[in-house]
T-cell receptor, first 111, second 116 residues
Framework: QQPVQSPQAVILREGEDAVINCSSSKALYSVHWYRQKHGEAPIFLMILLKGGEQKGHDKISASFNEKKQQSSLYLTASQLSYSGTYFCGTVLQRGYQKVTFGTGTKLQVIP | DGGITQSPKYLFRKEGQNVTLSCEQNLNHDAMYWYRQDPGQGLRLIYYSQIVNDFQKGDIAEGYSVSREKKESFPLTVTSAQKNPTAFYLC???????????????FGEGSWLTVV
């Protein structure tokens, strides 16, 4: 079953912050985050594992609440290059290869 | 450089025809995947393979077929049974991280299929 992402779309001005949420109805082992520009391949951002620490890279970070089966992606001081569609992908068990992606959140950063 | 190569980039198919999308990876990854992308529906899993000569249906396998005869290759055939095949198709691969580090997925550049 697809994880649910919210919001579906968001428009930001440069320098503003945003949070994208990903929720699953099933217990999760890991959550992946990807960003995709139109017509291009999705690019890996980070992966969060059950029992692991909150991840971060530059001004993009994420958290994973195992009890709620939720993950959140935090974009701080957004830049124009952050524009794109963000997907979360979920894995149910350790070593399980099936990754199920959400419907995506379209983020547009304007000057 | 290591990566995933999909071909063709653009493909037009007449109704009733089967077409095959190629996917080759030189990352030495065990697992490979095919996803379909339609506007507003995100990435939906068609088939995946964890090892050579083995593959499993994903969430939308009807009308598609795959083979995994070699580790580096995972072609997808879109058959005439697929009623609405026009979409963007993404091939991907990942390692099998038994150490619990998570299986990061790497994507190819995608193939656009249009039925005419």
């Amino acid at each position: 079953q697809q994880p649910v992402q919210s919001p579906q779309a968001v428009i930001l001005r440069e320098g503003e912050d945003a949070v994208i949420n990903c929720s699953s109805s099933k217990a999760l082992y890991s959550v992946h985050w990807y960003r995709q520009k139109h017509g291009e391949a999705p690019i890996f951002l980070m992966i969060l594992l059950k029992g692991g620490e909150q991840k971060g890279h530059d001004k993009i970070s994420a958290s994973f609440n195992e009890k709620k089966q939720q993950s959140s992606l935090y974009l701080t001081a957004s830049q124009l290059s952050y524009s794109g569609t963000y997907f979360c992908g979920t894995v149910l068990q350790r070593g399980y290869q099936k990754v199920t992606f959400g419907t995506g959140t379209k983020l547009q950063v304007i000057p | 450089d290591g990566g995933i190569t999909q071909s063709p980039k653009y493909l037009f198919r007449k109704e009733g025809q089967n077409v095959t999308l190629s996917c080759e990876q030189n990352l030495n990854h065990d697992a490979m995947y095919w996803y379909r992308q339609d506007p507003g529906q995100g990435l939906r899993l068609i088939y995946y393979s964890q090892i050579v000569n083995d593959f499993q249906k994903g969430d939308i396998a009807e009308g598609y077929s795959v083979s995994r005869e070699k580790k580096e290759s995972f072609p997808l055939t879109v058959t005439s049974a697929q009623k609405n095949p026009t979409a963007f198709y993404l091939c991907a691969s990942s390692t099998r991280p038994w150490d619990g580090s998570g299986n990061t997925i790497y994507f190819g550049e995608g193939s656009w299929l249009t039925v005419v």
